[in-house]
């Protein structure tokens, strides 16, 4: 009887259990089915999309923006300098004991309230014209500051460019080591049949298992090198170091080849480095005029008017309040000459600081003039350089292909060794690595010239012009 119980106990113990595991597995299907998809992995992004994420979010080009905003406000500062200047007071004024009474312009010990206001204009007639040299001045520091912001733009792109090819091609470099890799394993399991056949010796066999494990050591390192690449991609384009970033090789992106004849004088109108140089010197040869108006005598103008109100706080009664403004009502106009005669040479010394700024800003210019030159002509040489490398790698992988295939088949026939089939297979992945790098870096060299050609890699966007 108690067996029974206790049997019927164990058996209702087990049904609530089953019970209590259902209601949890119908609670987690009905949550997993409400909870929201997980997210896709991001779109691989290429490399003009790579330039636009990294142009609005650079740090560096946050900064040169709020410069620019800076330059701004200085050039609105030198122009409202042209405007009169006005100005408004009012004061209150308690005395107490022994004190001018303003009635009588007399000593007196009685109590007085005095309450004044006044309003005043102020124009400078003529300052040397320090003033329209400074608005010049300020214009030119402004389109300097706009053609320094978008230099430094391109050279974000140029950064990610690089980077971006550096990616591309470890990550060709890696498939190339997987293949080889790849092949190596299936030659080590032909070869190892072979030695089971007596084709083959161990010694043989011994060789190409060490050649498979200096594949998988060339495969280790070029993802290493991959992921360094990576890294380095998203510090230019300040991407968070924790996010995957996929990139594409979409070669139809990419620049190729040179486009026309090189022409110096358009390369040097619309380079934003030239220009930002030659601003830079526009606005050290207004400096010049700065320093020279100190020698000039400057005329201002002024006027205004000025009311106020008194009473003697002992006498019960005063003047309406509104009377006495109206009847101390004053108005002025003013007219000063300042005429600098010594200041300790100061002026001097300023003036040849600035003739001697224009003369360095003029050296610096023709320097970045010859400097964007020389890139330009180097870059073009370094496109048709590559280009000529492409047309050559290509026919050596070819041919290397040939050999390989050639040695390999010798190799199966007993008529080479394994160390003349290694030395085929790394010289034929030298040969499709060269090849690759070549080409990336024709696209990179073509970009180069058409920056120095005065192209704009980016416009205010961030969009790149391919």
Request: aromatic share 8%; with cysteine; charged share 20%.
């Amino acid at each position: 009887m108690e067996q029974s119980f206790h049997h019927d106990g164990m058996i209702n113990q087990l049904k609530r259990v089953g019970a209590l595991f259902l209601l949890i597995a119908a609670t987690t299907l009905y949550v997993r089915a409400k909870a929201p998809a997980r997210e896709s992995a991001p779109a691989p992004m290429t490399v003009w999309d790579c330039i636009d994420y990294a142009v609005h979010y650079s740090h560096s080009l946050r900064q040169r923006e709020l410069t620019q905003d800076n330059a701004e406000a200085s050039r609105l500062q030198a122009a409202g300098a042209f405007l009169p200047g006005l100005g408004a007071s009012a004061g209150v004024q308690w005395n107490f004991g022994r004190a001018i009474d303003p009635e009588t312009n007399t000593y007196t010990s009685v109590s007085t309230f005095n309450n004044g206001y006044g309003f005043s204009a102020s124009l400078p007639v003529f300052d040397g014209f320090y003033r329209l040299h400074a608005l010049r001045a300020a214009r030119a520091d402004v389109l300097m500051q706009k053609n320094a912001l978008q230099a430094d733009r391109d050279q974000v792109a140029l950064d990610v460019y690089q980077a971006f090819v550096n990616v591309v091609y470890y990550q060709e470099t890696v498939q190339l080591a997987r293949e080889k890799l790849h092949e190596s394993e299936l030659l080590l399991r032909q070869t190892q049949v072979m030695e089971e056949e007596g084709l083959k010796s161990p010694s043989d066999v011994a060789q190409i298992r060490a050649q498979v494990e200096a594949d998988r050591l060339t495969l280790m390192r070029q993802e290493n090198a991959r992921a360094s690449g990576m890294l380095k991609l998203k510090e230019v384009m300040n991407w968070d170091l924790n996010d995957e970033l996929r990139v594409t090789n979409d070669e139809s992106n990419l620049p190729t080849g040179l486009k026309g004849n090189s022409d110096s004088s358009f390369a040097t109108r619309h380079s934003p480095l030239e220009r930002q140089a030659f601003y830079s010197l526009l606005s050290a040869r207004q400096g010049v005029g700065i320093a020279r108006s100190a020698f000039y005598p400057s005329v201002s103008l002024n006027a205004g008017i000025n009311s106020s109100y008194y009473r003697n706080l002992s006498v019960p009664s005063a003047t309406p309040y509104g009377r006495q403004l109206k009847n101390n009502l004053g108005e002025y106009v003013s007219l000063s000459l300042s005429i600098p005669l010594f200041n300790r040479l100061g002026n001097i010394a300023s003036l040849r600081r600035a003739k001697n700024n224009v003369r360095i800003a003029q050296e610096q210019y023709e320097a970045k003039r010859t400097e964007l030159d020389v890139l330009r002509q180097q870059a073009r040489l370094d496109v048709k350089a590559y280009e000529q490398e492409c047309e050559q790698g290509a026919a050596k992988v070819a041919a290397d292909s040939l050999a390989y295939e050639l040695v390999r088949q010798q190799y199966t026939e007993g008529l080479a060794s394994p160390l003349d089939l290694q030395t085929s297979a790394a010289t034929l992945l030298q040969s499709r690595a060269t090849l690759l790098q070549s080409r990336l870096l024709v696209g990179l060299k073509a970009l180069l010239v058409r920056y120095y050609e005065g192209e704009l890699l980016t416009t205010n966007n961030g969009q790149g012009p391919c």
